[in-house]
């Protein structure tokens, strides 16, 4: 335990933040995660007790709702960095107009995206599945629909919840969290379970868990913790300087997050030629590694967290090396993550009624993903994090995108549909691309271009 303490207090104290502080900010925000991903997987489970077409229909147009709402949460992620940079200076006037804009402009974007995904439902669908089966087409667009309309509270909540996280106020974020999360849990089992409304059940409860997680996400930013002394003629008011500095961050993101989304949509589009059962497993597959996401996305918001501050103070040294021992110390965290949860798959299996030749699917995927994330992970993301936070967002989105359609997209395809492996190739694809990752992102990290973007 002694040696414990040593090495943290050693790699991880400095003067701007100290061990035990950076500690209670990841268990905070593991926890945080926890809820997150807990509840998606319960709530996919439900959807997956009504049949394979409603988890395989909800699989389907998942990829599209994850594109279009990634596009406003990129810009959130964009507006935290900048609220994150200015508290490292100690700008308060700066602090505030990012969290006005910054939610501001999460809204606009949400309403436009979503009225656009709304009215287009059916033709989406229809275009880019033209071969599946009449009944998960009816399913798709019906779930796309209601998600849209969800999307407008929770750009809201979203853009929120990534300010107090950039503030290191991860109290905040967690109690969030856990009333949306919990919400959604229990309007799921009302609706899916109790009064049997399927995939549209689903819907409903996304829409009334966000729309009471934006109302108290307001209350508790303008009202309950406001200690930035924050009004609500901030969300309204945008100036050139800071809406700049948004766009300038998030854009870079939201590019890539597009991008990403389609080479996402690529996969999808093969993958359905894969059957039913294959369509499911690989749906279940995604929900239950969720949950091993519980502690790597408690280390991207750390280390977001941590590096926006320190680039903030420009202490360009300390944000090196908190990025560095970040890595390192998120490779011990995730080699436990796994080692934990990789022997409950069976247990975890029995939420979803999977069928035999579905389980078997999934425990090969599982074990893929299992296998690579200690390795990799920490190296492929958490830089990207750390540059992205110093205004080399361009570099980490190309990195991204390139990754992705040589992993993913390129061998997941050729391992999948021509050399017949199928789910478990697409798997392989996604650790190719945490290498091609983790490689130039360790390039770029040597070099200090990143740091006098």
């Known amino acids: 335990m002694n040696k414990l303490q040593h090495y943290l207090d050693t790699h991880l104290t400095s003067t701007q933040f100290s061990y035990p502080q950076l500690v209670k900010m990841f268990l905070t925000l593991a926890l945080d995660q926890f809820f997150i991903f807990l509840i998606s997987m319960l709530s996919s489970a439900m959807v997956s007790s009504v ?23 990129s810009l959130a992620t964009g507006g935290g960095i900048v609220v994150a940079r200015a508290k490292g200076r100690g700008d308060l006037a700066s602090i ?6 910054s939610a501001g402009l999460c809204f606009l974007t949400a309403l436009l995206l979503a009225s656009v995904l709304y009215l287009s439902a059916p033709v989406i669908v229809s275009t880019i599945y033209p071969h599946v089966e009449p009944l998960l087409i009816q399913y798709a667009i019906r779930y ?31 109690l969030l969290t856990v009333v949306i999360n919990v919400t959604h849990l229990f309007l799921s089992m009302l609706f899916i379970n109790i009064l049997h409304l399927g995939v549209d059940g689903s819907g409903y409860s996304y829409i009334i868990a966000r729309l009471i997680g934006a109302v108290l996400a307001l209350l508790w930013l303008l009202v309950i913790h406001n200690s930035y002394a924050l009004h609500l003629f901030h969300f309204f008011h945008f100036s050139r300087s800071v809406s700049r500095d948004i766009f300038v961050t998030g854009m870079p993101l939201v590019l890539e997050s597009f991008l990403m989304q389609s080479g996402m949509l690529l996969v ?27 502690t790597s996305g408690a280390l991207s918001a ?27 110390s998120g490779r011990a965290v995730l080699l436990i993550t796994v080692l934990v949860l990789y022997p409950l798959t069976p247990l975890l299996l029995r939420l979803y009624s999977a069928t035999p030749e579905a389980s078997a699917i999934i425990r090969i ?22 540059i992205r936070a110093c205004g080399d967002g361009m ?25 017949g492996l199928g789910v478990p190739g697409i798997w392989i694809g996604m650790v190719t691309e945490w290498l091609i990752r983790g490689i130039l992102l360790h390039w770029r990290l040597k070099g200090t271009k990143w740091l006098h973007i």
């Open 51 to 73: 049949g394979e077409a409603a988890i395989a229909a909800v699989s389907m147009v998942g990829t599209i709702n994850g594109m279009v709402s990634l596009l406003f949460t």
């Open 96 to 101: 505030r107009q990012a969290i006005g804009e």
């Open 144 to 174: 796309m629909r209601l998600m849209a309309i969800s999307f407008l509270p929770f750009s809201i909540f979203n853009a929120v919840f990534n300010i107090f996280r950039s503030l290191g106020d991860t109290k905040s974020s967690l």
């Open 268 to 294: 999808q589009v093969y993958l359905a030629r894969l059957t039913t059962t294959a369509l499911a497993a690989q749906a279940v597959s995604n929900s239950i590694f969720s949950l091993y996401s519980t």
């Open 302 to 328: 750390l280390t977001a967290t941590v590096t926006g501050q320190c680039f903030g103070a420009r202490n360009y040294d300390l944000t090196r090396r908190y990025c560095q021992n970040l890595i390192r």
């Open 365 to 386: 995927a599982l074990g893929i993903g299992a296998a690579g994330m200690p390795l990799l992970w920490c190296d492929s993301y958490l830089p990207a994090f750390t």
């Open 395 to 419: 570099y980490a989105s190309i990195v991204s995108i390139v990754s992705l359609f040589l992993g993913r997209c390129l061998l997941g395809y050729l391992l999948t549909i021509p050399f």
